[in-house]
């Protein structure tokens, strides 16, 4: 298996602009997890799914965040208009249970 | 709430030297507590995990960790670094029922 994906590796935009993050998580997981870390914050949580479907997405900062998971193998997080303390780096996450994660390498947003 | 406690901010050893990472975790019974590691550029990998039984747990990569109860501690230790072990740490826990909380990382740095 190839692990959990997510894509793009880097991003870069400007203010305003909308970004979507997209992750693959690991065949026959069924728990999916979004993190964000930041170096004032560490890793947060944002939202998590079990079978496709939300379960806890009171870690989302705003409205401008949104998160969906359509099918078993894929999720998007979409930030709408994104602002330059957007500017993280975001895990995706898959697990079987959700003890033992299994990370992606993350996409590295900068916003200008 | 749970919280995981990473007094340690940056830590800095000698090849060779040993090794002692804290953690100290908030939750009224037993977590489940899990040590991470994560390379730059890359997503967090598990080290190792305690879930209940014999309070010291062997990991990956030559990595132990003890829990304590009576100290609310899991800490991270290896008696022998190498300058590959240059990383950054994360202590998590869990219930069990909710998602990993992740302590702030301890970013560890090998001289020689």
């Known amino acids: 298996d190839a692990g959990v994906i997510q894509s793009p590796r880097h991003e870069v935009t400007e203010m305003g602009q909308e970004v979507t993050l997209r992750c693959k998580p690991i065949s026959g997981h069924n728990s999916l997890f979004w993190y964000r870390q930041t170096m004032m914050r560490g890793l947060e949580l944002l939202i998590y799914f079990n079978n496709n479907v939300p379960i806890d997405d009171s870690g989302m900062p705003e409205d401008r965040f949104s998160a969906k998971m359509p099918n078993a193998s894929f999720s998007t997080l979409k930030i709408q208009p994104s602002e330059p303390r957007d500017s993280a780096v975001y895990f995706c996450a898959s697990s079987t249970g959700g003890e033992k994660l299994f990370f992606g390498s993350g996409t590295q947003l900068s916003v200008l | 709430a749970q919280s995981v406690t990473q007094p340690d901010i940056h830590i800095t050893v000698s090849e060779g030297a040993s090794l002692e990472l804290r953690c100290n975790y908030s939750?009224?019974?037993?977590?489940?507590l899990f040590w991470y590691v994560q390379s730059p550029g890359q997503g967090l990998q598990l080290l190792l995990k305690?879930?209940?039984?014999?309070?010291l747990v062997q990991g990956i990569k030559g990595f132990e960790a003890e829990f304590k109860r009576s100290q609310s501690s899991f800490n991270l230790r290896k008696p022998s670094v190498h300058w590959s072990d240059a990383a950054e740490y994360f202590c998590a826990s869990t219930s069990g029922n909710t998602p990993l909380v992740f302590g702030k990382g301890t970013r560890l740095s090998v001289i020689a």
């Open positions: 939750y009224g019974a037993t977590p489940y």
């Open positions: 305690y879930f209940s039984g014999d309070t």
